[in-house]
């Protein structure tokens, strides 16, 4: 079953415990993180930003076979062949999430790569911000959260400005 | 060498030579005294002389972290702040949470040292192993939010971290706070009124750098065994996922919420609060790096006169001093008071502190309309102390008298106000009664930074809330058997304790509510070992604490603290007038700080022994202090 990370950035605390949980699972340094979290004040929404697997890396980059699709979770994962001297980091400049990083050390792009199948930063978020769920289900989660958490607040309340506007194209 | 767990390098910057020097962090000094509030009140005993001004260009403030900062630990995502106290004259910290201490470590520095004054506006950019004085004229003025948006877009990177201070701090109110992030504040003791008279806006830093762990793998899975005891106290009610404010309606039951100035700890018109508060106006939790307790709030409120942005507030402290302390019953506008606070750049304890006594001070015709710009400061008044904050952030009018703090208010105002103000060493009452649990008088009298409730740890918790903080196999009695309002000496061992753990926190530079969570001495040595590579134990820790307490101490009596300046104002101790501690009053509080001397190794004026400042390794201190003695 293909998976993916459904976010509900209205409960992110902006703890970072996911990025951490990402970068010790990796390389045990803590700038490395593929997670990314955008904190912005008043109006904005705040929340880890995950790959979302769409692929466009793979799609950008120059060398066949350097990033590739695990059939079977869906993540793409880059691999020996990626080689930053020979592109201009087309992978990095067409992430829309910002989500793909050239490591240096490492002399290759690192990404998410569903932690081989148990996500850490799903493992270690407090507040259940991140889940690992099938592929076809995270439209489910949202509308049911939607719900839950218009029960709670008025809308207007409970949702920032910018993610009301997304709320309307639901 | 590599010096584990630590960036390795403290950056001094000298505002009146505009030099910027990188130094080694020194192995001896960590391994006695960690860092935080340990390893800077080495510097601070080595680099002040004693009876400087504290707003003079020879004071410095010292900006620091710990050994496990920004390494994941539970609690790591905290800075300290120490300083000689432009409000108490003596020994001030001040610990802060949010992003901006890892920061500082990943930037490449374990701590910066402010020396000298700039005579032109400045902040300084930290970051990569670099650092910049950059003129800050422009945003010289400004408040907070803007501050921190000026500076973002000015260095050009949106992550960096932004400490700064407002208005509050450039007119040197001296209990003006510096402020991370509009919701995380290092907020008592005045170390904004000190940055702003060095002419420092702001202090932003950024950086990628790693942190060296001896023992990355065993220190990983130390890391796991933490969170999942964290999380255990969590899932058992533990900790503070309901944040400070969640502990309100407690503290009004247990006579803990002082109420009219402190005439008493409870007031009925307020259980409904926090309900209303969670109900209405809060938005969601905030936590701080690495933190799985998020006990930070995002509130608003949305319309009417105390409509404020969405921003981080407000907690505990600040409630009760717009509402009980000064007999005010409504939420809106203490998220009011709470905001423009923080976009001032104050400290909400000490500033509805004074707007408290301004209110007691008029009932009492110490102060008129004519002292007051015309205004009348009654109880509860809710548009008065809107008032009164703008007035105190920019010194106008009346605020210019409440913006220095309530001792010296108290003498410009004489007559009775100086019995009334509550105050130990100058330092503003916080918003726990200690006439419900009785080590806190001990607390009070005795902390290094005055009256505070947290510096070194608030006793309150253990005697009211059954607390252990993990100290049970470190000697604490079981908190359940313990009576609270007893005055037996004896909790002169369950305040040293207690304290002693509470300064070790200030040290490694951790979140205190982490004590709370099955994190005891032996869980945080343990992470220490590993971080650093050195063999250290829970009793280590405890000593550790005890040595920097000691240390403060002696800071302090060569700035001429003794035991009269140990004693509690009379108002706290008289007895309360309603509520569960109803005809509750302190009367043996002498008994208790006796024992307390004792237990310390202190002489019967508050003058710690030579030998045991030699026992605890501070040679140059006992020497100090018997060269007093002689």
Redesign the interface.
């Known amino acids: 079953m293909m998976k993916a990370l459904f976010v509900d950035q209205?409960?992110?605390?902006?703890?970072?415990?996911c990025e951490?949980a990402c970068s010790?699972f990796h390389f045990?340094?803590?700038?490395l993180s593929r997670v990314r979290l955008h904190i912005v004040?008043?109006?904005e929404a705040e929340g880890p930003v995950v790959c979302v697997q769409c692929g466009l890396c793979q799609y950008a980059c120059p060398i066949k076979g350097a990033i590739i699709r695990n059939k079977k979770t869906g993540a793409f994962l880059v691999t020996a062949k990626c080689n930053p001297k020979s592109c201009n980091g087309e992978c990095v400049n067409a992430c829309p999430y910002g989500v793909i990083h050239i490591d240096l050390k490492l002399k290759r792009a690192i990404k998410c790569d569903f932690c081989g199948g148990s996500p850490s930063c799903v493992n270690?978020c407090?507040?259940n911000v991140i889940q690992y769920v099938d592929a076809g289900s995270p439209y489910a989660l949202n509308n049911k959260r939607v719900a839950e958490v218009r029960r709670r607040?008025s809308v207007e309340?409970?949702y920032?400005k910018s993610s009301l506007e997304a709320l309307k194209k639901v | 060498m590599v010096l584990y767990s630590y960036a390795g390098k403290i950056l001094r910057v000298n505002l009146s030579k505009k030099t910027i020097k990188a130094e080694d962090t020194r192995k001896d000094v960590a391994q006695l005294l960690l860092g935080g509030n340990g390893y800077a009140a080495k510097i601070l005993w080595d680099e002040l002389k004693p009876g400087v001004d504290p707003l003079s260009p020879e004071n410095k403030i010292v900006l620091m972290t710990g050994p496990i900062t920004g390494t994941g630990a539970p609690g790591s995502g905290f800075w300290e702040a120490c300083f000689k106290s432009p409000l108490t004259g003596v020994w001030g910290e001040s610990a802060c949470g949010g992003w901006w201490g890892p920061m500082l470590k990943f930037a490449g520095f374990d701590g910066i040292i402010i020396e000298g004054a700039s005579k032109d506006p400045v902040y300084l950019w930290v970051h990569d192993g670099e650092a910049e004085i950059k003129p800050a004229e422009g945003i010289w003025g400004q408040t907070v939010p803007k501050t921190e948006e000026a500076v973002r877009k000015e260095i050009g990177v949106p992550q960096a971290r932004v400490l700064s201070i407002g208005p509050a701090g450039e007119k040197l109110v001296r209990f003006a706070g510096i402020a991370v992030d509009l919701e995380r504040y290092a907020g008592r003791k005045g170390g904004g009124a000190l940055l702003g008279s060095k002419k420092v806006k702001a202090v932003a830093v950024y950086g990628e750098k790693e942190i060296p762990i001896a023992k990355p793998a065993e220190y990983g899975k130390a890391l796991k065994e933490c969170e999942q005891a964290v999380y255990a106290s969590l899932n058992s009610g533990g900790g503070f996922p309901n944040g400070t404010l969640g502990g309100y309606d407690g503290c009004n039951q247990f006579g803990d919420l002082p109420t009219k100035y402190g005439e008493t700890g409870s007031w009925e018109a307020v259980s409904d609060l926090y309900v209303n508060f969670v109900n209405k106006y809060l938005l969601k939790n905030r936590a701080c790096f690495g933190c799985m307790q998020a006990c930070g709030r995002v509130s608003r409120v949305e319309e009417g006169p105390f409509a404020t942005p969405v921003y981080g507030g407000p907690e505990y402290e600040t409630t009760a001093g717009f509402t009980t302390f000064a007999l005010q019953k409504d939420i809106e506008p203490v998220i009011k008071a709470n905001y423009l606070c923080n976009i001032y750049g104050l400290d909400t304890i000490s500033t509805s502190h004074m707007i408290a006594f301004a209110m007691i001070c008029y009932e009492k015709g110490l102060i008129t309309k004519k002292d007051t710009d015309g205004l009348e400061v009654k109880w509860g008044d809710a548009n008065v102390m809107i008032n009164l904050i703008e007035k105190i952030a920019y010194r106008e009018g009346f605020g210019d008298l409440l913006a220095e703090g309530v001792r010296r208010a108290a003498e410009k105002i004489g007559g009775d106000a100086q019995k009334i103000a509550l105050h130990v060493k100058g330092l503003e009452m916080p918003y726990h009664d200690p006439r419900a649990g009785k080590t806190q008088a001990i607390e009070y009298g005795t902390s290094n930074t005055g009256m505070d409730h947290f510096h070194a740890h608030e006793t309150l918790d253990v005697e009211c809330y059954g607390a252990d903080l993990g100290l049970i196999p470190f000697g604490l009695p079981d908190p359940k058997t313990i009576d609270r309002f007893s005055e037996d000496p004896s909790k002169a061992s369950i305040a040293k304790l207690v304290m002693d753990w509470g300064t070790v926190a200030d040290a490694l530079v951790i979140c205190k509510f982490h004590q709370y969570v099955n994190l005891g001495p032996d869980k945080y040595a343990k992470l220490l070992s590993l971080a650093t590579g050195w063999k250290i134990d829970g009793w280590e820790l405890l000593k550790i604490g005890d040595r920097i307490f000691n240390l403060g101490r002696a800071f302090n009596v060569r700035e001429g603290i003794r035991r009269k300046d140990d004693m509690l104002p009379p108002r706290i101790m008289q007895p309360a007038t309603t509520g569960s501690t109803k005809g509750v009053g302190i009367t043996n509080y002498e008994g208790m700080l006796n024992e307390f001397y004792k237990l310390e190794e202190w002489d019967e004026n508050g003058i710690p022994k030579p030998e045991k400042l030699k026992r605890l390794g501070l040679d140059d201190v006992a020497s100090y202090i018997a060269s007093l003695k002689a």
């Open positions: 209205e409960k992110c605390t902006g703890c970072r415990r951490l010790f045990q340094t803590y700038s004040r008043d109006g270690a407090p507040w607040w309340r409970a920032t």
